[in-house]
C-alpha cells in the first residue's frame, strides 16, 4: 500500500519563477495538507484541501496556491519565487479534514530558489 | 499564542540512555499534542500522540508526560539505542481546526554506542 508520494524530489529554480509541486495522497485519504518546512526548522502550515476546495490556509502570501483534483490528488504552485522559499515542502494526507491522529506525511519536494 | 516552544535544539545521549525532550504552549485551545520523528530525506512520521485529559501515554520505550497547569508536555525515549538517532519534533493541534498542527523547531537527537 503506497503511502503519500510526492514529485519532484528536489528541483532548482531562479527567482522569479513559478513552481508546481504534486502530491498523491495515500490510499483512503481524502484530505491533503501542504506544509513548508525551512532547513533547521519544524513544518509551517500551508493550506488543507478537501473536496477540491481550500478548507484552511496558514499565513502565507498569495503566491502560494493550490488545488486539488477529484482524484485527490493535490498540486502545490509558487509564483514569483523568492530566495527565502527555499524549503523543503510536504504533502501530508489525511482520510477526513479532521483526521490529525491518522496525518501522513510524504517525503517532500526539497526546493532550491537562486 | 499559536506557538509550541521546544528544547533542547540538540541532544546527545549514550546508548541506554534516557532521552527527554521539552515543549511548552500557550493557546489553552490546543487538543491534541503529537510527536513526530524524522530521519535525513523523510517525511514526519508519527512517533506517539496524547489529549489534554490525560497526563501520560506510553508506547513501548516512548513515553509522554503532560501538565496541563504548566502547559507543557514532554517526551522521553527509554533505552535509547543510535536507530533512534533522528530530529523529533512535538506539535499542537487546535480543537476544531481540522488538522492543521502547529510544530516545535524540532530537536536533533544523536544516540551514541
Request: net charge positive.
Amino acid at each position: 500500500d503506497a503511502g503519500v508520494t510526492q514529485s519532484p524530489t528536489h528541483l532548482i529554480k531562479t527567482r522569479g519563477q513559478q513552481v508546481t509541486l504534486r502530491c498523491s495522497p495515500k490510499s483512503g485519504h481524502d484530505t491533503v495538507s501542504w506544509y513548508q518546512q525551512a532547513l533547521g526548522q519544524g513544518p509551517q502550515f500551508i493550506f488543507q484541501y478537501y473536496e477540491e476546495e481550500e478548507r484552511q490556509r496558514g499565513n502565507f502570501p498569495d503566491r502560494f496556491s493550490g488545488h486539488q483534483y477529484p482524484n485527490y490528488s493535490s498540486e502545490l504552485n509558487v509564483n514569483a519565487l523568492l530566495l527565502g522559499d527555499s524549503a523543503l515542502y510536504l504533502c501530508a494526507s489525511s482520510p477526513d479534514p479532521s483526521g490529525a491522529n491518522v496525518l501522513t506525511f510524504g517525503a517532500g519536494s526539497r526546493l532550491t530558489v537562486l | 499564542q499559536q506557538q509550541v516552544k521546544q528544547s533542547p535544539q540538540s541532544l546527545i545521549v549514550q546508548k541506554g540512555g534516557i532521552s527527554i525532550i521539552n515543549c511548552a504552549y500557550e493557546n489553552t485551545a490546543f487538543d491534541y499534542f503529537p510527536w513526530y520523528q524524522q530521519f535525513p530525506g523523510k517525511g514526519p512520521a508519527l512517533l506517539i500522540a496524547i489529549r489534554p485529559d490525560v497526563s501520560e501515554k506510553k508506547e513501548g520505550r516512548f513515553t509522554i508526560s503532560f501538565n496541563k497547569s504548566a502547559k507543557q508536555f514532554s517526551l522521553h525515549i527509554m533505552d535509547s539505542q543510535p536507530g533512534d538517532s533522528a530530529t523529533y519534533f512535538c506539535a499542537a493541534k487546535i480543537s476544531g481546526g481540522y488538522n492543521k498542527l502547529i510544530f516545535g523547531a524540532g530537536t536533533r537527537l544523536a544516540v551514541h554506542p
